[in-house]
Structures are given as structure tokens and as C-alpha cells.
């Protein structure tokens, strides 16, 4: 669907830049666009490596279990419907780390790991579980320590201050997690009332 959104988007822009004789500012446009993606990328290589090098020494030093250990409290009252010791909870707890830690890219794989896991546990394949929308919520959500791609595209930028976002990131994620989950309960709760009317 969103390709479609983006195609109609553009087509739309050509038309138009045509229809007013603007096909040359168009040209360049998307020409000078592509070169500072391009630029971009480049400038993001150092920081995505330097941190995914961090995460896999945190995982190496077992800091990311220690993490594991520190969350699994709270996982056990967000998804109280998976078994002690499930490769499911590992997974979460994994992906919550390195979400924490701002780590998305390497938060991805464990993510889909956590989903194939929760699925295992659903008793409809077809409809998503309550642990798998309450994951998928906090997943989006997330807490986010560190915004590493953030701080990389700000020093990639050149900015004069671009660690001056870490509180306000930390304040954001936090109430988006917060009001996440809280909706999500609710959802819960309705739903499991409507089942029992």
C-alpha cells in the first residue's frame, strides 16, 4: 500500500513540475537527493559500527543477560500467559536490550525471533495473541537509552550538540511506552469482558 502512496506521490510531482515548467528544478532535485543519501549512509557507517561493535561485546561479556535478568520481572507481569523459561521470554528480553541500548538494527532480528517464538504459543495462527500485540507495543515503543542512529545522523550533520536529544529522547520513549502499554492492557481487559458477555 504505502508503495502505491509513494508512487502516486511522485508521479503526481513530475505532472505537475511539467505542467508549470519546472521539469529541470525536478531533475535536480532528485539528483541532489540521491547524492546526500548517498552521503548520509557514509557518514552513518562509523557510529552503526562502532555501537553494533559495542552490542556484540556486551553480548560477549553477557551484559545484554544481565539485562535480560534485570527486565524479567516486569516481563513476567507484561506477558504473564508465557511459560517460565520459554526461548519466547530470552528473545523479548534480548530485543528489549538492544532496543533499550537504541541498537534497532540489531534489535530487528530478535524481534522477529521473539514473534516466531510467541507464535509457537498461539493457539489461533491466524489472529495475533494477547503477547504478541502487548511485544508489538513495546517493540514500536520502546525505551530508548541511547538513540544511536539518531546521534549518528546528527554527528553525520554536523551539529554543534548532537548528544543535547538524549533526555528529551528518554522522557519520549518512555511516555509512549507508558501510554503503549497502559492502552494495551485496557484493550486486553475489554476484550477479555466482551468474550465472557
Not at 513530475?14 to 519546472?22: E, S, V, Y
Request: proline share 4%; charged share 15%.
Amino acid at each position: 500500500m504505502l508503495n502505491i502512496i509513494w508512487f502516486i506521490m511522485i508521479i503526481t510531482g513530475i505532472i505537475t513540475a511539467a505542467i508549470n515548467g519546472r521539469m529541470e528544478e525536478v531533475s535536480i532535485a532528485i539528483l541532489q537527493s540521491a547524492e546526500d543519501s548517498v552521503m548520509i549512509v557514509i557518514k552513518l557507517i562509523g557510529p552503526m559500527a562502532l555501537w553494533l561493535g559495542l552490542m556484540k561485546l556486551a553480548e560477549e561479556a553477557d551484559l545484554t543477560k544481565l539485562l535480560s535478568r534485570m527486565f524479567r520481572p516486569m516481563a513476567r507481569v507484561l506477558f504473564p500467559n508465557i511459560p517460565e523459561g520459554h526461548p519466547a521470554l530470552a528473545a523479548i528480553m534480548m530485543n528489549l536490550s538492544a532496543n533499550f541500548l537504541g541498537l534497532g538494527n540489531s534489535a530487528t532480528p530478535l524481534g522477529i525471533k521473539a514473534m516466531q517464538e510467541l507464535q509457537s504459543l498461539n493457539k489461533n495462527k491466524i489472529i495475533a495473541s494477547n503477547a504478541m500485540c502487548t511485544f508489538l507495543v513495546i517493540n514500536t515503543s520502546s525505551v530508548t537509552l541511547i538513540p544511536t542512529t539518531v546521534l549518528a545522523l546528527r554527528i553525520g550533520a554536523a551539529s554543534s550538540s548532537p548528544t543535547s536529544i538524549i533526555g528529551t529522547t528518554i522522557f519520549a520513549t518512555a511516555c509512549s511506552t507508558v501510554v503503549g502499554v497502559s492502552v494495551n492492557k485496557i484493550l486486553i481487559k475489554l476484550s477479555e469482558m466482551s468474550r465472557y458477555d
